[in-house]
């Protein structure tokens, strides 16, 4: 069967099914003419996949399932584990907020240093804050696709800014200028209906990280 039927039986995308074939938890045949041929048993590993992520478990946990080195029960007890850690962690948070509710509340009065040498005391301890680092990676990936997409759009209006000088001295044949402006419209509208489907798919969750995968 085709990747289009997998995505449906699966309820998971190409670009998911591709990246577990890069990550080497799934190994699709090909057929005589060199296409990926997917049969029940890519299917069922798919969907074994899909239910682990959904438990957050790691991809490399994942592999070593796959590979025999891990048990699933070695796999869900090391899962149960983290889950417990990360429990911990977020109840730490929790009472660290408390406590900054329970003090001073101006911001300006606030003791800054002091919370986040707390706070880095806390995470050598085992506790996961936030990381002020973080990026937005869906905003960066939406600028750069707006951006693209101008630098498209301008692409395709600088050679109509040019005939439409070029005509203010010259007499162009009306049959010359409407099949070129037709073709440039064409050509920006496509731009347009990239970028909005590239903004649907970002927005709809597309992430960069392997680990989200």
């Given at each position: 069967?085709?990747?289009?039927?997998?995505?449906?039986?699966?309820?998971?995308?190409?670009?998911?099914?591709?990246?577990?074939?890069?990550?080497?938890?799934l190994s699709v045949g090909r057929a005589e003419n060199g296409?990926?041929?997917?049969?029940?048993?890519?299917?069922?590993?798919?969907?074994?996949?899909?239910?682990?992520?959904?438990?957050?478990?790691?991809?490399?946990?994942?592999?070593?399932?796959?590979?025999?080195?891990?048990?699933?029960?070695?796999?869900?007890?090391?899962?149960?584990?983290?889950?417990?850690?990360?429990?911990?962690?977020?109840?730490?948070?929790?009472?660290?907020?408390?406590?900054?509710?329970?003090?001073?509340?101006?911001?300006?009065?606030?003791?800054?240093?002091?919370?986040?040498?707390?706070?880095?005391?806390?995470?050598?301890?085992?506790?996961?804050?936030?990381?002020?680092?973080?990026?937005?990676?869906?905003?960066?990936?939406?600028?750069?696709?707006?951006?693209?997409?101008?630098?498209?759009?301008?692409?395709?209006?600088?050679?109509?800014?040019?005939?439409?000088?070029?005509?203010?001295?010259?007499?162009?044949?009306?049959?010359?200028?409407?099949?070129?402006?037709?073709?440039?419209?064409?050509?920006?509208?496509?731009?347009?209906?990239a970028l909005l489907g590239r903004i649907r798919e970002i927005?709809?969750?597309?992430?960069?990280?392997?680990?989200?995968?």
């Open positions: 069967m085709k990747i289009k039927q997998v995505e449906e039986l699966v309820d998971i995308t190409r670009k998911n099914i591709r990246f577990y074939e890069e990550q080497g938890l296409y990926r041929e997917y049969g029940m048993e890519d299917v069922k590993r798919l969907k074994q996949i899909r239910l682990l992520r959904r438990l957050s478990v790691p991809i490399e946990d994942i592999r070593l399932l796959f590979d025999g080195r891990y048990t699933l029960e070695d796999v869900l007890e090391r899962q149960e584990v983290q889950l417990e850690r990360q429990k911990e962690s977020i109840r730490k948070t929790q009472l660290f907020c408390r406590q900054l509710l329970e003090g001073e509340l101006r911001l300006e009065a606030l003791d800054v240093d002091g919370c986040l040498e707390q706070m880095d005391q806390q995470e050598q301890e085992g506790v996961m804050f936030m990381d002020g680092t973080h990026r937005d990676i869906h905003k960066k990936k939406q600028r750069g696709a707006i951006l693209g997409a101008g630098a498209m759009l301008l692409m395709s209006l600088v050679p109509v800014v040019i005939v439409w000088r070029i005509k203010q001295t010259v007499s162009i044949p009306l049959w010359i200028l409407v099949p070129f402006l037709g073709i440039t419209a064409v050509s920006c509208i496509g731009v347009v209906a927005k709809g969750g597309e992430e960069d990280e392997a680990a989200k995968y």
